[in-house]
């Protein structure tokens, strides 16, 4: 979806395909994450310890055969089983996705697509060197299962929580309702400021003289603006750049949240996965965050350029709103 903030991830309930609506999504990622990391690892944690169990294992290293090759041979085993799965249910996908209309081989979108089941093979491939680690050293299959499930739910959902838990713990971002507030409260003022300057700048220009009750004299009109003029540009920088400084601290704790979360993230295999495969696909947080940046710069730069040297605009911020209001005359 593109809104007022940039680009971001769109809604799963009602998904408009071709010519029809289909609800829900298919994740690869996800299907990535627990279909083929359950089967990776069921696989690989019972390659050797099982076969130390069943009593095969004396025999093949009996044979002339270097244990490096059998090791290889064991992970390659793994691949050889999960990877055509996953090309079968990514190929349906893709299949089936461009019969309703999904245009993925137009802008780079075949070449994401490739890029995208690379990653979900290095992230098989990695699972299965972790799981025949576990399969070497434990004393019986069962142990090995036991701690390869462990293992895994460790690295798929626990590490991930986590890392959110403690990045919002250490770089806490002021919530909406706050800047809202603080916003309010920085414009309440500012109003009262330019009330009170406002009716200065009148008692100076006109010696206090009393409103008329008609159109303004010419001569007093031209009186008062030469006053007040300065004062109205003199608020608006002000509150414009009060305004953005706001917006600029909440940038500085969202990045460095971000980048906590990521450092702590990234000791899990299943994140980075994740955030591989988001960012092939341009809808990860880092592009979401860069995308919204750019929307924000872009208002700034017309703010700058035209607004600014427009008399008594107020300009409010790009990621909620934009009003305009022309002061003191329509």
Not at 81 to 103: E, W
Not at 125 to 154: H, I, M, N, P, R
Not at 229 to 243: C, T
Not at 273 to 299: D, F, K
């Amino acid at each position: 979806d593109c809104g007022p903030q940039g680009a971001g991830r769109g809604s799963a309930e009602a998904v408009t395909v071709g010519g029809g609506s289909h609800s829900g999504r298919l994740d690869f990622c996800f299907l990535t994450q627990g279909g083929g990391g359950s089967l990776t690892r069921r696989l690989a944690c019972d390659a050797e310890v099982g076969e130390r169990e069943r009593g095969t294992l004396r025999s093949s290293l009996a044979a002339p055969v270097p244990r490096r090759d059998i090791i290889v041979g064991k992970v390659a085993g793994v691949m050889v089983t999960v990877v055509p799965a996953m090309a079968l249910a990514a190929g349906l996908a893709f299949i089936v996705a461009t019969i309703n209309g999904v245009d993925l081989v137009s802008d780079l979108g075949l070449l994401r697509a490739l890029l995208t089941f690379v990653a979900a093979t290095a992230y098989v491939a990695l699972l299965a060197s972790l799981g025949l680690v576990v399969s070497t050293v434990a004393e019986s299959a069962k142990t090995a299962l036991v701690v390869s499930v462990g293992l895994w739910t460790l690295l798929l959902f626990v590490v991930p929580r986590v890392a959110t838990l403690i990045a919002t713990a250490v770089v806490p971002v002021e919530s909406a309702e706050l800047t809202r507030l603080r916003r309010s409260a920085i414009d309440a003022s500012l109003q009262r400021e330019r009330q009170q300057r406002l009716a200065d700048a009148w008692s100076e220009s006109t010696g206090n003289a009393p409103l008329p009750e008609g159109p303004f004299p010419t001569e007093l009109r031209k009186a008062y603006a030469a006053t007040a003029v300065p004062v109205e540009r003199e608020l608006f920088r002000k509150r414009h750049n009060l305004q953005h400084s706001i917006l600029d601290e909440q940038t500085r704790h969202r990045h460095r949240q971000l980048g906590v979360f990521s450092a702590i993230s990234s000791l899990s295999p299943s994140s980075v996965l994740e955030q591989a495969m988001t960012g092939i696909a341009g809808t990860g947080m880092q592009s979401v965050e860069a995308r919204a940046e750019q929307v924000e710069l872009h208002q700034r730069h017309l703010e700058a350029t035209v607004f600014d040297h427009v008399f008594g605009t107020q300009v409010f911020d790009a990621r909620t709103k934009l009003m305009i209001s022309w002061l003191p005359d329509p």
